[in-house]
């Protein structure tokens, strides 16, 4: 257990990172704290007109190895992890000349940030830190006698308790530096050992480790009664996790997994190649289309389905505009996210407070790695990032109507799209936007029916005499088992079919296609998403 408060007399700093390091020094040094350190931090805080003291003055080495072999030494740690009231460890302090260290402050070679720019295998590795962690874990470990902080923003936090404390820290400040000190150990070799992993090409290690930094705490879960926090994980993929929210209230759970799934599919659309816009509700697309202006793509997929984009999440793959925030404005959304955003686009939006406007500065690489984790009772499933991509040179024409241009591109729109949809899930396109979507169902046919359903109700809405699905074109995320989904879609309006193929009754669904004269194309690749 921590003992009493422990007055700060004699602190070791060895930072990477400077920042804030003077101000630290010089307060410490104020309040009549001996200074060691090390290296740059050493002729950082001499250079400041500040006291300090080499540790290898303490140890009497010098700093050797290029600066690998500095603070791994008896009079370090012996000062680390000194039992205070042992009398056995102060008999072997004052024998061997060994003082105690009352405060450590420490951060770590960047080597998450060398791995971030690509820096080569050897240079990766010479950033990997030992002494460092060798000492925090020390200190925390030591945690009844000593202050370890391995952040900066615990700096003041530190000053407050010694302030509070008469230059002693309390034990409950230092069990929670103890706490951080081991989790940011933690995910500095859980940083480590999965880019080695990466690197020498084992891709399902005996141990696998994740770590993240806290970025917000969630007023709740999914659910008011479930608490819940969101972290980071450092990798710097834009989305939801590295925006910067311009306006409206703090981000809930719901919002920052519906926002994250809204980006990631309207990635799926080359900016370069026009606007779009992807609405999104409950993790589902409600809407995603493409037009010749950020306003026509916004438009197109709000008529896609209006009830449900009401309350939903926008994502746009362009600058957003004041003409499309205007648009936006006319209903209830809880976020919208995209790369820019115009000035006049920002005053339009001033207007509605609540509103969250998230910019990322860029676009998600959909063609990238990277995996993704779930938890199941006792344990984890990790698979690669879904993106499997298809162009229409790999799609195989089985029907004997091979289908038109526009079809065609609208079939790549629609199996962009189905990547993104829970299964089982039918997308109808035309005219690069949707125009149904059926996710979710248990059979296939269901899927179907529901979109082309939802599309009648919007074409009333809309006062059309036909429905929205008449001339589409469908994507279904896996193969149609039965002909029955493929005669709902044909029911609805559609001329073709984009689908994996890979069924007993491919044959069967073939024949049926030609005798309804639609054409259909093969992937040999499916999406499942759940």
């Given at each position: 257990?921590?003992h009493?408060h422990i ?11 400077k920042?804030?390091l003077?101000d ?26 500040l006291p ?7 140890t ?10 500095k ?6 740690h ?9 009398a ?9 000349g060994?003082?105690a260290i ?12 060398t ?10 590795v010479?950033?990997?830190?030992i ?17 370890v ?24 400040f230092r069990?929670?530096?103890?706490q ?9 070799d859980?940083?480590?050992?999965s ?10 290690p ?8 806290l970025?917000?705490?969630l ?42 799934a809204?980006?990631e ?11 779009a816009?992807?609405?999104?509700k409950?993790?589902?697309p ?11 793509a916004y438009?197109?997929?709000?008529d ?16 957003l505009?004041?003409?499309t ?6 209903i ?9 955003v ?12 609540n ?20 938890q ?8 690669d990032?879904d ?9 195989t ?16 729109v ?5 990547k993104?949809?829970?299964s089982n ?10 125009v ?15 979109a ?5 109700d919007?074409a ?8 929205l699905t008449k ?10 088992p039965?002909?029955?989904?493929l ?12 689908q994996?193929?890979g069924s ?12 309804l004269g ?5 992937t ?7």
């Amino acid at each position: 257990m921590p003992h009493d408060h422990i007055a700060i007399q004699r602190a070791l700093l060895s930072v990477s990172d400077k920042t804030g390091l003077i101000d630290l020094a010089s307060a410490l040094n104020e309040r009549g704290v001996e200074l060691l350190s090390t290296g740059g931090t050493a002729r950082a805080i001499r250079d400041a007109g500040l006291p300090v003291r080499d540790v290898s003055e303490v140890t009497q080495f010098p700093e050797m190895m290029d600066g690998r072999v500095k603070t791994l030494h008896p009079m370090v740690h012996g000062g680390l992890l000194a039992l205070r009231d042992s009398a056995d460890h102060v008999a072997a302090m004052d024998e061997h000349g060994i003082r105690a260290i009352d405060l450590l402050v420490v951060n770590l070679y960047p080597f998450e940030a060398t791995v971030a720019k690509g820096a080569g295998y050897d240079e990766c590795v010479e950033n990997i830190d030992i002494g460092g962690p060798a000492m925090i874990r020390a200190a925390a470990k030591n945690h009844g006698f000593v202050s370890v902080v391995v952040d900066v923003e615990d700096y003041e936090k530190l000053l407050g308790d010694m302030d509070q404390h008469g230059g002693a820290t309390c034990p409950k400040f230092r069990k929670k530096l103890a706490q951080k000190a081991y989790a940011r150990t933690a995910a500095y070799d859980a940083a480590v050992s999965s880019w080695m992993a990466e690197t020498v090409g084992i891709t399902a290690p005996k141990r696998k480790a994740i770590a993240g930094e806290l970025a917000q705490t969630l007023r709740y879960g999914e659910n008011p009664h479930q608490f819940a926090s969101f972290y980071t994980d450092g990798s710097g993929r834009p989305g939801v996790s590295t925006a910067v929210q311009l306006q409206g209230k703090a981000l809930s759970y719901n919002n920052i997994n519906d926002t994250d799934a809204a980006f990631e599919l309207v990635a799926e659309f080359d900016p370069a190649q026009g606007p779009a816009c992807a609405i999104i509700k409950h993790a589902n697309p409600c809407g995603v289309a493409r037009g010749a202006t950020m306003a026509e793509a916004y438009q197109a997929a709000f008529d896609c389905d209006r009830t449900s984009a009401f309350g939903g999440i926008i994502a746009l793959n362009q600058t957003l505009d004041a003409e499309t925030a205007k648009q936006i404005c006319q209903i209830f959304t809880e976020v919208v996210i995209a790369p820019e955003v115009s000035e006049e686009a920002k005053a339009v939006f001033a207007a509605k407070k609540n509103l969250r406007l998230l910019t990322t500065g860029g676009l998600p690489d959909v063609s990238s790695g990277g995996q993704v984790w779930k938890q199941v009772s006792g344990g984890y499933l990790i698979q690669d990032r879904d993106n499997g991509f298809i162009g229409s040179d790999d799609l195989t024409v089985v029907t004997k109507r091979a289908p038109s241009g526009q079809e065609l591109a609208d079939m790549m729109v629609a199996w962009k799209i189905a990547k993104h949809v829970k299964s089982n899930a039918i997308i109808y396109v035309k005219d690069g936007a949707t125009v149904g979507v059926g996710a979710g169902q248990m059979s296939r046919v269901d899927s179907t029916r529901i979109a082309a359903r939802k599309s009648q109700d919007m074409a009333d809405v809309l006062g059309l005499t036909e429905p929205l699905t008449k001339g589409s074109v469908v994507a279904s995320d896996a193969f149609f088992p039965f002909s029955d989904g493929l005669i709902a879609a044909a029911e609805a309006g559609a001329t073709a079919l984009i689908q994996p193929g890979g069924s007993m009754r491919d044959d069967e669904v073939i024949s049926t296609a030609d005798d309804l004269g639609l054409a259909m194309v093969f992937t040999g690749m499916r999406h499942f998403r759940h």
